[in-house]
Structures are given as structure tokens and as C-alpha cells.
């Protein structure tokens, strides 16, 4: 059986989950920044090679923290309904709105609003909505990894993440560069699984010079390969899985490393960033789902005075621009909270 932690061992751990889940929120805001700044290029495309690495951490974090824990298929659902699918339904409904005139020819009618909810089932009402689609699946069979992890040995959940790095990264670029195509059904390892259990298993590793150096090599790598990828819009370019996609290889090797630089960083963190980093943690959700709204308004308010976005030194203008809807999605995530029953739509 695992040892108790400390008083001082939980305050770390704390700390360095927050500090991942802030540092993931600002990445997948800076994700979804377009048109601001004029170039040069080579910014703009360094900018969004970082920024992959957001929804990864997002992953690896959801996997350390839920497949930690044991509790009963009630207890795991009960909370998870609260969390996630009012949220999921409430903002899948804004954005259909929004996007899709829902009631804009027929008003609210029931046949109105079943046809809303057939969209929502298809698929995300907003681009970025699709974690919610991936993260319910993941949710759905953590109470049958919890069972696996409880039981295996270090070397059998090795043994999984292996499979999951054949049947993803590695065969998307087999499959794609080589006459090679598998037959073989091992693609039920797939999907974003193997972020989970990387989570959960990296998370546990005490933080070591060597492994920090390890961490390094993997990022800068990573980083420099994505960044040429995209940079130089290096084939295949109609088959996003290779290396454009989040479970690629190259932003796989540059996600761990990232996850693992940050969470040596978070253990070493002063109190001050242990607070800043724990009210964003807070409202890391919540951010996620309004910052396109945001620099909706952000947009808007800028053509208003007369100026253009896409203008100005992207070097600037692209962590400007992020910081400035950061801190505003940050406040009103803060002041939905405060309000009874709406808070708990983030």
C-alpha cells in the first residue's frame, strides 16, 4: 500500500497540478488566436507550434488526477454529471445558437429545439468543443482503467502505453510513408488513451535531473519538428494525422516533455504562483469554453476603434492579444461563479 503524504508533499503536488492546468489554459487560448498580428510568419507559426502542446496537458493531467483516485461507478458518475455534461449541454446550446441561428426562422418550437439536440449529438457546436466529446469517451472507460491500474504492474501499463504509441503515432507515419498497411485490429488502444495513462504514469515519477534532461530533449525536439512542419508546411499536408494532429508523434514527444519541465517547475513554484496558479486552475474549465467568445468581442471592439486586427508585429501582437482575453475570460469565469446555479455552467 502507497505511503500517506505529507502535509508538505500534498501542498506540492497541488501546486504543480495547478500550475500544468494554468499553463494549459493560457496555451489552448493562444491556440485559437486568428488574424492578429501582420507576420512575420516565422512568429506566427512558432506561436501555434507552442500552443499545441494545451489540450495534451489538458489530458495528461485529467489522466494523473482521475486515475489516481478509486471510487465506486455511482460516486464517479454522480460527479462527473455535474461537472462535465451540464457545462457540455449548456454551452454546446450557446454556440448553437450562436453559430446556427437555432431559433432564428422558427422560434423556440419543440421541433426547434430536437433538431438542436440532433446536431449536438453529431458533433461540436464549436470547434473546440470537441474535447467534450473525447473527454466523455475517456470518461466513460476510466472506471474500467481504474481496475487495470489498480491491479497492474508498472510494466503492464508500459506495456499499453507501447501499444498505444503503434497503433497512433508511429503507424500514422508507417501507414503514410511506406507501402505498409496494418491488418491487425489494435487500434482499441487508440484515441487519446495513451495521454491518460501517460498522465497518470509520469505524474508519479519523482522528479530527477536525469528525467528533467530527458524532458528537454524530448520538448526541444518536438518543438523544433512542429514548428518546421508547420513553418514549412512539410507533407503530407492533406493528412493532418501524421504530424499535425495531437496524438502525431512530434507533439506527443513535445506534450511529455512539456508536461514533465512544468511539473518540475510547479514543485519548485513560491507560494505567490501556488495562488495565482490555483484560482486560474480554478477557473481552467470555464476559460476553455468562453475564450472564442471573447476574442469575438475583442474583435469586434477593436474594429471599432479603427484599427485592424491583423496588423502590427505578431511577436506583440499574438501574446498581447492572448493575454488580454486570458484576463478577461479569467474575470468573467470569476464572476459567473459567484452566481448561484449559473456557476455551474463552468
Known amino acids: 500500500m502507497a505511503s ?53 496537458l489538458f489530458f495528461l493531467i485529467s489522466g494523473h488526477l482521475l486515475l489516481s483516485k478509486q471510487e465506486d461507478l455511482r460516486t464517479f458518475f454522480r460527479k462527473r454529471a455535474a461537472r462535465i455534461i451540464i457545462p457540455f449541454l449548456a454551452w454546446s446550446i ?59 504492474r508498472n510494466s503492464e501499463i508500459l506495456y499499453y502505453i507501447a501499444l498505444w504509441f503503434i497503433a497512433m503515432p508511429l503507424l500514422f507515419i508507417v501507414e503514410e510513408f511506406t507501402p505498409f498497411k496494418n491488418g491487425f485490429e489494435i487500434y482499441y488502444t ?33 518543438i523544433l519538428f512542429t514548428f518546421a512542419v508547420f513553418y514549412f508546411d512539410l507533407p503530407p499536408q492533406k493528412n493532418e494525422l ?20 512544468i511539473k518540475a517547475a510547479g514543485e519548485e513554484i513560491s507560494a505567490r504562483w501556488a495562488g495565482i496558479s490555483s484560482n486560474v486552475s480554478r477557473a481552467s474549465f470555464g476559460i476553455y469554453l468562453i475564450h472564442p467568445i471573447v476574442f469575438a468581442w475583442m474583435a469586434f471592439g477593436w474594429a471599432a476603434l479603427g484599427f485592424r486586427t491583423a496588423a502590427g508585429n505578431a511577436l506583440l501582437v499574438i ?5 488580454i482575453n486570458f484576463l478577461l475570460s479569467w474575470m468573467i469565469v470569476f464572476l459567473i461563479s459567484k452566481i448561484p446555479l449559473v456557476r455551474t455552467v463552468v
Open 94 to 152: 450557446i454556440y448553437d445558437v450562436q453559430n446556427s441561428g437555432a431559433f432564428t426562422e422558427s422560434g423556440v418550437t419543440l421541433e426547434a429545439v430536437l433538431k438542436m439536440f440532433l446536431r449536438i449529438l453529431r458533433g461540436p457546436r464549436a470547434g473546440h468543443l470537441w474535447f467534450f466529446y473525447s473527454l466523455i469517451g475517456l470518461y466513460l472507460i476510466t472506471p474500467i482503467l481504474r481496475v487495470f491500474i489498480s491491479k497492474a
Open 242 to 261: 501524421v504530424f499535425r494532429s495531437y496524438p502525431s508523434l512530434n507533439i506527443v514527444l513535445m506534450s511529455l516533455g512539456a508536461f514533465v519541465l
Open 4 to 56: 500517506q503524504l505529507t502535509d508538505d508533499q500534498k501542498s506540492t503536488a497541488i501546486s504543480w497540478v495547478d500550475f500544468v492546468r494554468f499553463l494549459a489554459s493560457f496555451l489552448v487560448v493562444l491556440a485559437h488566436i486568428e488574424a492578429w498580428g501582420a507576420g512575420p510568419g516565422w512568429a506566427q507559426k512558432f506561436f501555434f507550434a507552442i500552443s499545441r502542446n494545451g489540450v495534451p
Open 190 to 222: 487508440g484515441g487519446y488513451l495513451g495521454y491518460f495513462l501517460l498522465g497518470y504514469y509520469l505524474g508519479r515519477l519523482e522528479t530527477k535531473p536525469l528525467l528533467t534532461w530527458a524532458a528537454a530533449g524530448l520538448f526541444i525536439t518536438g
Open 319 to 323: 501574446p498581447l492579444a492572448t493575454l
